[in-house]
């Protein structure tokens, strides 16, 4: 079954240091890799995705994520958190194939909040 | 180029009663997602809409359900409303293309209160 594992609720980080938030992923197939940011009281922000190619992609707002096969990883990355990074980070994961209607299925994480302290 | 549309923003209905909510695609956009949000469950799929064909269906009791017109708008309803239906519900479009990778675009979601 498809799966998407975020193994941390939350991630404190001081403002200027580098941020990380985990994502692990289960999927039959190549996968397309998704995460979505979402502010207090809004909806989910798409941030950056991985299709093919490089494995290090870059997103929104100087967000990059980094895509390992080998172990099933797509960790989000910031080289210099921002306050206004707080939210709550969510990753996803979109089967590359999809089943005999074409139907492409996704599976979000349970989320990540993200603290900056500054 | 507009985006995903949902109404109400904000809602407040007695236990018991039913709701429906709207939510319109970004034009072009054929395929259409309900999320359930909560603070203690996270993002909790609802159903899919695909050419006014439900796709899939998350883990909800059949007091949940949707429809999807032919421009794709779609509406999702909940009758018989309880305490624990209170949540942020969430509409995603997304173009349908396999092979693409097309990811969501989300809605502002429609805030639920049952009282």
């Known amino acids: 079954a498809q799966s998407v594992a975020q193994p941390e609720d939350q991630v404190n980080v001081a403002e200027g240091n580098p941020l990380t938030v985990k994502c692990t992923y289960s999927?039959?197939?190549?996968?397309?890799l998704f995460w979505y940011v979402q502010y207090p009281n809004r909806g989910l922000q798409f941030l950056l995705k991985?299709?093919?190619?490089?494995?290090l992609v870059k997103g929104s707002y100087g967000f990059e994520a980094e895509f390992n096969k080998s172990q099933t990883s797509f960790h989000l990355k910031k080289p210099s958190a921002l306050v206004s990074d707080s939210a709550l980070y969510f990753c996803?994961?979109?089967?590359?194939?999809?089943?005999?209607?074409?139907?492409?299925?996704?599976?979000f994480g349970t989320g990540t909040k993200l603290q900056v302290i500054p | 180029k507009a985006g995903v549309t949902q109404t109400p923003r904000y809602l407040i209905k007695t236990r018991g009663q039913q709701v429906t909510l709207s939510c319109s695609p970004i034009s072009g956009h054929r395929s259409v997602s309900w999320y359930q949000q909560t603070p203690g469950q996270g993002l909790q799929f609802l159903f899919e809409?695909?050419?006014?064909?439900?796709?899939n269906k998350g883990n909800f009791p059949g007091r949940f359900s949707g429809r999807q017109f032919s421009n794709s708008r779609s509406e999702m309803n909940v009758s018989t409303l309880e305490l624990g239906d209170s949540a942020l519900y969430l509409c995603a479009s997304s173009q349908w293309d396999r092979g693409k990778g097309y990811g969501y675009t989300f809605g502002s979601g429609t805030r639920l209160t049952v009282v």
């Open positions: 996803a994961v979109r089967d590359g194939v999809g089943n005999s209607g074409g139907y492409q299925k996704v599976t």
């Open positions: 999927v039959s197939g190549n996968p397309y």
């Open positions: 991985y299709i093919t190619g490089d494995n």
């Open positions: 809409y695909f050419s006014e064909t439900q796709r």
